[in-house]
Protein backbone atom coordinates (compact mmCIF):
# COMPACT_ATOMS: atom_id res chain seq x y z
CA UNK A 1 0.00 0.00 0.00
CA UNK A 2 1.03 3.37 -0.83
CA UNK A 3 1.87 6.20 1.33
CA UNK A 4 -0.70 8.24 -0.48
CA UNK A 5 -3.12 6.18 0.15
CA UNK A 6 -3.23 6.83 4.36
CA UNK A 7 -3.80 10.33 5.72
CA UNK A 8 -1.19 11.03 8.83
CA UNK A 9 -4.06 12.87 10.73
CA UNK A 10 -6.19 9.49 10.49
CA UNK A 11 -3.60 7.12 10.55
CA UNK A 12 -2.07 8.55 13.28
CA UNK A 13 -5.69 8.88 15.34
CA UNK A 14 -6.66 4.82 14.32
CA UNK A 15 -3.54 4.05 16.53
CA UNK A 16 -4.86 5.44 19.32
CA UNK A 17 -8.10 4.41 18.59
CA UNK A 18 -7.17 0.74 18.33
CA UNK A 19 -4.94 1.09 21.85
CA UNK A 20 -8.00 2.64 23.55
CA UNK A 21 -10.12 -0.36 22.47
CA UNK A 22 -7.11 -2.87 23.59
CA UNK A 23 -7.06 -1.24 27.15
CA UNK A 24 -10.88 -0.63 27.81
CA UNK A 25 -12.35 -4.09 26.35
CA UNK A 26 -9.30 -6.26 26.27
CA UNK A 27 -9.60 -6.96 22.36
CA UNK A 28 -7.09 -7.24 19.97
CA UNK A 29 -6.29 -4.37 17.92
CA UNK A 30 -8.79 -3.71 14.72
CA UNK A 31 -8.75 -7.03 12.11
CA UNK A 32 -10.04 -4.88 9.33
CA UNK A 33 -9.87 -1.21 8.45
CA UNK A 34 -10.20 1.15 5.67
CA UNK A 35 -8.40 4.75 6.47
CA UNK A 36 -9.46 8.10 4.34
CA UNK A 37 -8.89 11.03 4.89
CA UNK A 38 -12.60 11.81 5.61
CA UNK A 39 -14.25 8.99 7.64
CA UNK A 40 -12.77 5.71 8.27
CA UNK A 41 -13.47 1.90 9.82
CA UNK A 42 -12.51 -0.20 12.56
CA UNK A 43 -13.53 -3.70 12.86
CA UNK A 44 -13.13 -5.25 16.21
CA UNK A 45 -13.95 -9.12 17.39
CA UNK A 46 -15.61 -8.56 20.64
CA UNK A 47 -17.66 -10.73 22.11
CA UNK A 48 -20.69 -8.73 23.61
CA UNK A 49 -22.27 -5.63 22.10
CA UNK A 50 -21.14 -2.06 23.58
CA UNK A 51 -23.66 0.55 24.30
CA UNK A 52 -23.74 4.03 23.61
CA UNK A 53 -22.09 5.34 26.67
CA UNK A 54 -18.86 3.28 26.33
CA UNK A 55 -18.76 4.60 22.64
CA UNK A 56 -19.06 7.62 24.27
CA UNK A 57 -15.88 7.37 26.49
CA UNK A 58 -13.94 5.89 23.74
CA UNK A 59 -14.16 9.10 21.93
CA UNK A 60 -13.28 11.02 24.90
CA UNK A 61 -10.02 8.88 25.78
CA UNK A 62 -8.78 9.14 22.37
CA UNK A 63 -9.33 12.70 22.04
CA UNK A 64 -7.62 12.91 25.62
CA UNK A 65 -4.70 11.51 24.16
CA UNK A 66 -4.89 13.57 21.04
CA UNK A 67 -4.38 16.68 23.40
CA UNK A 68 -1.80 15.29 25.53
CA UNK A 69 0.30 16.51 22.12
CA UNK A 70 2.31 13.13 22.80
CA UNK A 71 5.48 12.53 20.21
CA UNK A 72 5.43 10.37 17.69
CA UNK A 73 8.31 8.77 16.49
CA UNK A 74 9.50 5.36 14.86
CA UNK A 75 12.20 3.10 15.20
CA UNK A 76 13.46 0.24 13.03
CA UNK A 77 13.86 -3.13 15.69
CA UNK A 78 14.61 -6.99 14.41
CA UNK A 79 11.58 -9.17 14.26
CA UNK A 80 12.93 -10.94 17.26
CA UNK A 81 13.06 -7.72 19.62
CA UNK A 82 9.62 -6.57 18.32
CA UNK A 83 7.77 -9.96 19.52
CA UNK A 84 8.70 -9.25 23.05
CA UNK A 85 6.37 -5.93 22.87
CA UNK A 86 3.90 -6.22 19.86
CA UNK A 87 1.69 -9.01 18.53
CA UNK A 88 3.41 -9.85 15.44
CA UNK A 89 0.37 -12.08 14.14
CA UNK A 90 -0.47 -9.70 11.43
CA UNK A 91 2.91 -9.18 9.91
CA UNK A 92 2.72 -10.50 6.25
CA UNK A 93 5.06 -13.52 6.31
CA UNK A 94 7.88 -12.25 4.23
CA UNK A 95 8.47 -9.12 6.33
CA UNK A 96 11.84 -7.97 6.47
CA UNK A 97 13.73 -9.54 9.68
CA UNK A 98 14.26 -5.26 10.71
CA UNK A 99 10.57 -3.75 11.09
CA UNK A 100 9.39 -0.29 11.60
CA UNK A 101 7.57 0.26 15.15
CA UNK A 102 5.53 3.77 15.52
CA UNK A 103 5.29 4.73 19.19
CA UNK A 104 2.78 7.46 20.09
CA UNK A 105 4.24 8.61 23.47
CA UNK A 106 4.25 5.91 26.18
CA UNK A 107 0.27 5.38 25.16
CA UNK A 108 1.07 3.00 21.73
CA UNK A 109 3.34 1.06 19.66
CA UNK A 110 3.13 -0.58 16.57
CA UNK A 111 4.15 -2.18 13.50
CA UNK A 112 3.73 0.29 10.85
CA UNK A 113 4.57 1.12 7.66
CA UNK A 114 2.21 4.41 6.88
CA UNK A 115 2.81 8.19 7.15
CA UNK A 116 1.77 9.88 10.74
CA UNK A 117 1.70 13.19 12.13
CA UNK A 118 4.64 14.57 14.39
CA UNK A 119 2.49 15.27 17.35
CA UNK A 120 -0.76 14.02 18.57
CA UNK A 121 -2.41 17.51 18.79
CA UNK A 122 -2.16 17.92 14.78
CA UNK A 123 -4.79 15.00 14.31
CA UNK A 124 -7.43 17.33 15.53
CA UNK A 125 -10.83 16.33 17.46
CA UNK A 126 -11.84 12.72 16.71
CA UNK A 127 -15.70 12.00 16.38
CA UNK A 128 -17.25 8.63 16.07
CA UNK A 129 -19.79 8.65 13.51
CA UNK A 130 -21.61 5.59 13.21
CA UNK A 131 -21.08 1.54 15.02
CA UNK A 132 -22.70 -1.51 14.33
CA UNK A 133 -22.61 -4.67 15.95
CA UNK A 134 -23.19 -8.08 14.55
CA UNK A 135 -21.89 -11.66 14.64
CA UNK A 136 -18.95 -10.69 17.02
CA UNK A 137 -17.57 -7.70 15.07
CA UNK A 138 -18.02 -4.02 16.27
CA UNK A 139 -17.58 -1.91 13.02
CA UNK A 140 -16.26 1.80 14.23
CA UNK A 141 -16.65 4.40 12.40
CA UNK A 142 -14.76 7.93 12.70
CA UNK A 143 -13.92 11.13 10.98
CA UNK A 144 -12.02 14.06 11.98
CA UNK A 145 -12.76 18.14 12.79
CA UNK A 146 -9.88 20.27 12.48
Do not use: W
Not at 77 to 95: C, H, I, T, Y
Not at 119 to 125: D, F, K, L, Q, S
Request: charged fraction near 30%; proline fraction near 3%.
Amino acid sequence: MSEKSYDPRMHTAEHILNQTMVRMFGCKRAFSSHIEKKKSKCDYRIPNPIDMNKLVEVERIVNEIIRLNLEVTDEFVSKEDAAKFLDLNRLPADASSTIRVVRIGDYDACACIGPHVKHTNEIGTFRIISSDYAEGILRIRFRLES
